[in-house]
């Protein structure tokens, strides 16, 4: 050993400052305990992105997924913009929701079935190249100025059934794309993709149309989905491993969730807050009436509650330490319902965006508890099909919504819709917590169905 080399520290005479000859209570910290103990936090707050950094079909496939989520929240946006400024009414507005409700439900529960049957490659290409085309028709007919609003009806279902189709597909991709124990990681980046999207897209899409009109937005959308087109390119076949399942799969899906009180108890949960506090088709009309905006003001309140679920998303590492995650996820969601009552009621823009953004966050927050729920209650064999049914709940339950605002608010105001919404949640959700108290104690430690 050279002689340059400090001694080795487990040796009791290699140093007069050894704990051997110093009581551990009388030696200074280290300067730089308090920094590396900051450092650790930090990882333990922030998304582990090492998904991205090692997997290079991951990495395409998250980034062309951001960007075209960016792009379809921008053209919803515009669609409501264009609904509303062509008929001047919120219920027609929230009618754009019922339009793409029925054709996420109807491929939503065949979509986890057929994931499980094709090749999942083919169909993310499929539904990518499908919901660019929808939005080259709607740039089109902005464009020529037709102002068909059965034509934006039409698109928005078609659009709704793409999405259906691909979605569970590009879900069961995951795991073949990462190693089983990135997969916490990947889903964690999965929710901030879709949170960027949220955020980014209403936004930039409030700008672009405030600047050069419904059409830009469009234009934008179908250019964005190269991004996805090439990252599915890239890919190789997909076809799903072991045996191929039929349509009954689906039918033992729903047979499966009606022996799991507390699985079935948690969705109940989320569409009671998607259906009653779901405000996002009055954005609009509220954009107007409430603020004195326009189409930028839109894109503020719409992206306000995803700003909020990003905050969650990236700052979720104390959930961990949650044990009742039932009682946890009735109490994000009646913050959810309080913080929509409390945006009906307020006038000021920035309070507003501030109390969507607490809603986006308790949101967020409950959809992590639901998700582990779910994995915790699906064997393998399920996952997929339960899939399909989460993506209906997940994406029907606000077109729900929009459809419910947009009416409460055409017989009275938008003001006591937005209002009565959110406390239908909050109690909604206190009628499910006194029918099924199982699911208040419901504890992570010991599930039970």
Known sequence: MSTNHPANSDSPSSSPFSSASVPASSVAPSPAAPSARYRRLARGAFADLSPLRDHADYRRVWFGQSVSSIGQQMTAVAVSVQVYDLTGSTFATGLVGLFSLVPLVAFGLYG????????????GLIGAAGL??????????ALAG??????????????????????PARSAMIPRLVPAHQLPAANALNTVSMNLGLTVGPMLGGVL???????????????????????????PAMLPLGERKGRASVLDGLRFLRDQPNLRTSFLADLAAMIFGMPRALFPALAV??????????????????????????FSGWVGRINRQGAAVLAAVITWGLAIAAFGLVRNLWLGLLLLAAAGCADTISMIFRNTMMQVAAPDEM??????????????????????????????NPTVSVVSGGLACVAAILLLAARRPAFLRYDARHPTP
């Open 112 to 123: 986890g079935a057929i994931a499980d049957t094709a090749d999942r490659r083919r169909l």
């Open 146 to 167: 037709l102002g068909l609003v059965a034509l934006l009806y039409a698109a928005v279902a078609l659009q709704a059934a793409f999405f259906a189709l691909a979605s």
């Open 289 to 314: 009436t409430f603020y004195g905006g326009d189409a930028r003001t839109v894109g503020l309140l719409a992206a306000a509650p995803a700003v909020g679920a990003l905050a969650g998303a990236l």
């Open 132 to 141: 660019a085309a929808v939005s080259a028709v709607l740039a089109a007919q």
């Open 209 to 235: 149309i405030g600047a050069y009109g419904v059409q830009a937005a469009y234009v934008v959308d179908t250019i964005a989905f190269g991004a996805t087109l090439y990252a599915m390119w890239r890919l």
């Open 383 to 412: 996952r997929g099909r339960l899939q399909g049914v989460f993506i209906v709940i997940v994406a029907g339950g606000p077109r729900l919504g929009d459809f419910e605002s947009g009416a409460v608010a055409s017989l009275t």
